[in-house]
């Protein structure tokens, strides 16, 4: 497995690279934003927010433009309001340094076995498309689909806040609990905040056009319904 790592502290850099090499992988190194977007992403981007000559977020954001490669965030910064944003750019997990190596292996397994998962639907048939109402999901594709007044528009979703949709749009009208939607859309072993799930909700409520899609069951969860 490729690991692009981009960080420019050179003692972080060789340790985690020594220790992904031992681990089995497969290492690229770059120092700084402007070479990480132009590298190969390879199978998984571990991105350092604390670059010097770019914000990691606009990494961040170039490299998804490009690739839905699977981006782990390494983060000194410990506010939540910059975890949630992290993810909302459409990176897939973070660590928040320091962190341990066992748990960075554990992260990229599984960013990149659901990346796997994603691409293994490839020729399946039509239970790949979930439709609610004027909503269309395919899973085969990643697109996500709305008819509003009779005219059909692409949604530009993050991968995150696809995943949640289409949990939700599985069983339509039904309640997801925060723990099924964590569990299912991130991961079992995913410590972030719960608000999180919030901030994803409430950008796909913004960008369906109508907070009504997604109702909040208080205490509960979440359900998908189609807006009257
Ligand atoms: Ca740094």
């Known amino acids: 497995m490729q690991v692009l790592l981009v960080e420019d502290d050179t003692a972080i850099a060789n340790s985690l690279g020594e220790s992904l090499i031992a681990a089995g992988f497969e290492v690229d ?17 571990l991105l350092d927010l604390g670059l010097p000559d770019m914000d990691g977020y606009d990494v961040c954001r170039a490299i998804r433009a490009e690739s839905d490669v699977p981006i782990i965030v390494i983060t000194a910064r410990g506010e939540e309001l910059d975890r949630v944003l992290g993810l909302e750019l459409g990176a897939d997990d973070y660590v928040v340094k320091p962190f341990g190596f066992r748990e960075l292996v554990a992260r990229i397994r599984a960013v990149t076995r659901r990346a796997r998962s994603v691409d293994d639907v490839g020729d ?3 239970g790949d498309v979930l439709t609610v109402g004027p909503l269309t999901i395919d899973r085969r594709t990643h697109r996500v689909t ?3 007044d009779g005219v059909g528009s692409e949604l530009a979703l993050t991968p ?8 939700l749009a599985e069983d339509a009208g039904a309640v997801r609990t925060r723990t099924d939607i964590v569990e299912h859309v991130w991961d079992a072993n995913w410590f972030g905040p719960t608000k999180t799930v919030d901030a994803h909700v409430a950008g ?15 205490g509960v969860g979440f359900r998908l319904d189609v807006p009257e």
Do not use: Q, S, Y
């Open 204 to 218: 796909l409520r913004r960008k369906l056009g109508n907070p009504a899609w997604i109702a909040a069951v208080r």
């Open 146 to 148: 709305l008819v509003a």
């Open 124 to 126: 399946a048939g039509e």
């Open 160 to 167: 995150k806040e696809f995943e949640l949709l289409a949990f």
């Open 29 to 45: 190194h770059v120092a700084t934003g402007a070479e990480a977007i132009r590298a190969a992403f390879g199978d998984v981007v």
